[in-house]
């Protein structure tokens, strides 16, 4: 299941994929300049890098990541 922080633009259709939306912290997980996200941590609920892409470029299932998130 793939975090929410990131996909929020997505979510509330302000956007189609995080990459668009300005304040995603996308940009900064797939970047190799530094930041003061803990990137290795969210990057090792994934395979590698190309899993990581893979998955945030799939259709959001919003009313399955709502249940599951008890909403």
Excluded at 20 to 40: C, D, F, H, Q, V
């Amino acid at each position: 299941m793939r975090n929410k922080s990131y996909l929020t633009g997505v979510n509330h259709g302000f956007c189609d994929h995080p990459l668009e939306y300005g304040w995603s912290s996308y940009l900064s997980l797939i970047s190799n300049k530094p930041t003061k996200l803990k990137r290795a941590g969210v990057k090792q609920w994934f395979i590698n890098d190309v899993d990581f892409m893979k998955q945030h470029n799939k259709p959001l299932d919003v009313e399955k990541m709502n249940k599951w998130l008890e909403l």
